[in-house]
């Protein structure tokens, strides 16, 4: 299944968001991908923990991307558009976009590498994404090109 239209979420910009400027700080943008991930994978009934009979399932990021087109500050609402860009055989990649009022903030990608973590000393070892979790995340991926 092929959504048409992308996840799409709010954030209002917290005071600890903000530099002495007021201003967004970029390091927030990485959390608001990554709320709006956890959201998304929510919404298609998936976690960023998840666990089968072999044990804990978990997806860190391998890259990270934010470019900024304008600013936001304190108490402003920002639309976030999420997308599921593609599935790979261990990862998937989301696309981010930000407005507010309309107007384009910043844009953004995450790659995420399915693991399975070892449940003796945590150390994640990537494997190929379960059959189950990708007809979950297929439910989310998107036309990145609309």
């Known amino acids: 299944m092929l959504m048409r239209e992308p996840f799409r979420t709010t954030r209002r910009v917290a005071w600890h968001d903000t530099d002495a400027a007021g201003i967004a700080h970029f390091t927030a943008f990485l959390r608001y991908m990554e709320d709006a991930e956890h959201e998304l994978l929510r919404h298609v009934g998936l976690s960023v923990l998840a666990r089968d009979d072999e044990g804990p399932i978990t997806w860190p990021r391998v890259a990270v991307r934010c470019d900024f ?3 936001v500050t304190f108490e402003d609402v920002l639309d976030i558009e999420v997308r599921v860009a593609r599935i790979g055989e261990k990862s998937v990649t989301y696309r981010f976009q930000f407005a507010h009022d309309g107007r384009p ?4 990608v995450i790659t995420a590498v399915c693991c399975r973590l070892d449940p003796q ?6 494997i190929a994404i379960p059959e189950w979790i990708a007809a979950q995340l297929r439910q989310a991926v998107c036309d990145v090109g609309a």
Not at 105 to 108: K, L, N, P, S, Y
Not at 121 to 126: D, E, F, H, L, V
Request: hydrophobic share 25%; charged share 10%.
């Open 69 to 71: 087109t304008a600013s």
């Open 121 to 126: 000393n945590k150390t994640p070892q990537s």
């Open 105 to 108: 903030i910043a844009h953004g």
